[in-house]
T-cell receptor, first 115, second 111 residues
Framework: NAGVMQNPRHLVRRRGQEARLRCSPMKGHSHVYWYRQLPEEGLKFMVYLQKENIIDESGMPKERFSAEFPKEGPSILRIQQVVRGDSAAYFC?????????????FGQGTRLTVV | QKEVEQNSGPLSVPEGAIASLNCTYSDRGSQSFFWYRQYSGKSPELIMFIYSNGDKEDGRFTAQLNKASQYVSLLIRDSQPSDSATYLCAVRIGGSYIPTFGRGTSLIVHP
């Protein structure tokens, strides 16, 4: 049973380019969460998605950032016109559906470097 | 007041000792509590979760939850140098599905 898969593991982009980060949740999981982590800092929530729906994007910058979780395929976090300040580790987590208590598991992360 | 608070540390303990990590949260209606371990440069790894008041034990780890006082703690018995990492407390605040994280406590276990 594969875990949460993120790719690429490392991504280098020049200022002004677009970055696309992919996340495939664990089998049977339909909830996806994206977090950003700067060096020596905690995990900052960005966006929470279910299949074909953005449930909560309160942590995502209003400009340049977008996320989707289509019916088929992985969840995508897209950053347009990247700037140096976007350099960080981006983690995706997934959890199973249901109203009760469920645990979230993380992927290996994508480390974005903007040069 | 931050939603989930942890002492950033570092907490330094000798090998074989008990390490005690604490976390407080702001919303009394929170129901789900998690501890993750994160090694430097790696992703967070879920090590414990607790949903009911009291203690929950798993091997050398014990999670303790006190909803009345709004704190959750993690005890690590017989600490090993390999336990040296940052420990992240996460809480589903109120009725939210979203795990909200504290900044983490750095633990150093010295031989």
């Amino acid at each position: 049973n594969a875990g949460v898969m993120q790719n690429p593991r490392h991504l280098v982009r020049r200022r002004g380019q677009e970055a696309r980060l992919r996340c495939s949740p664990m089998k049977g999981h339909s909830h996806v969460y994206w977090y950003r982590q700067l060096p020596e800092e905690g995990l900052k929530f960005m966006v929470y998605l279910q299949k074909e729906n953005i449930i909560d994007e309160s942590g995502m910058p209003k400009e340049r950032f977008s996320a989707e979780f289509p019916k088929e395929g992985p969840s995508i976090l897209r950053i347009q016109q990247v700037v140096r300040g976007d350099s960080a580790a981006y983690f995706c987590a997934s959890s199973p559906p249901g109203e009760g208590n469920t645990e979230a598991f993380f992927g290996q992360g994508t480390r974005l470097t903007v040069v | 007041q931050k939603e989930v608070e942890q002492n950033s540390g570092p907490l330094s303990v000798p090998e074989g000792a008990i390490a005690s990590l604490n976390c407080t949260y702001s919303d009394r209606g929170s129901q789900s509590f998690f501890w993750y371990r994160q090694y430097s440069g790696k992703s967070p790894e879920l090590i414990m979760f607790i949903y009911s008041n009291g203690d929950k034990e798993d091997g050398r780890f014990t999670a303790q939850l006190n909803k009345a006082s709004q704190y959750v703690s993690l005890l690590i018995r017989d600490s090993q140098p390999s336990d040296s990492a940052t420990y992240l407390c996460a809480v589903r605040i109120g009725g939210s599905y979203i795990p909200t994280f504290g900044r983490g406590t750095s633990l150093i276990v010295h031989p």
